[in-house]
């Protein structure tokens, strides 16, 4: 799950699958977490991609979200502004335009928090509210 090659799926592709493993563990979270299951390397764009899915704050009465941190391999500066918006787009289509970024990340991680309510449901995605979350 983690490095993607070139010969290997598109970089959509891979940010689909990444997104569709959040909601499968926010719906069903499994007993054991996969090390790196929500992490993806992009060697195209230079990025890592790690996605969640959660409830923030985590309490049953929590804003159902996703949280992304992005950031390049090396840490060495903050992705640029034209790939991270790439990402976003991957992930959330066209309602990336609409998310701001949280300043909490440093000086090279990019950081976003993205409210499930803010995603129209033609994304594409699913939208399913956490089972037992009351």
Known sequence: MGIHGTQ?????QVLH???QRADEDFEHPPEDHESGRHQVD????????????SRYPNSPDGTDAYAVTISRPQLDHPPEEA???RVLH????DSAEGIEERR??????RMFRVPLAS???ADG???VEHPGSA
């Open 8 to 12: 290997g799926p598109s970089v959509d």
């Open 17 to 19: 699958e990444l997104r």
């Open 42 to 53: 992009l060697p195209d764009l230079d990025l890592r991609v790690s996605l969640t899915r």
């Open 83 to 85: 790939q991270t918006r």
């Open 90 to 93: 991957a992930l959330f289509g």
């Open 104 to 109: 909490a990340g440093g000086p090279v991680v």
């Open 119 to 121: 995603l129209p449901p």
């Open 125 to 127: 995605m699913r939208h």
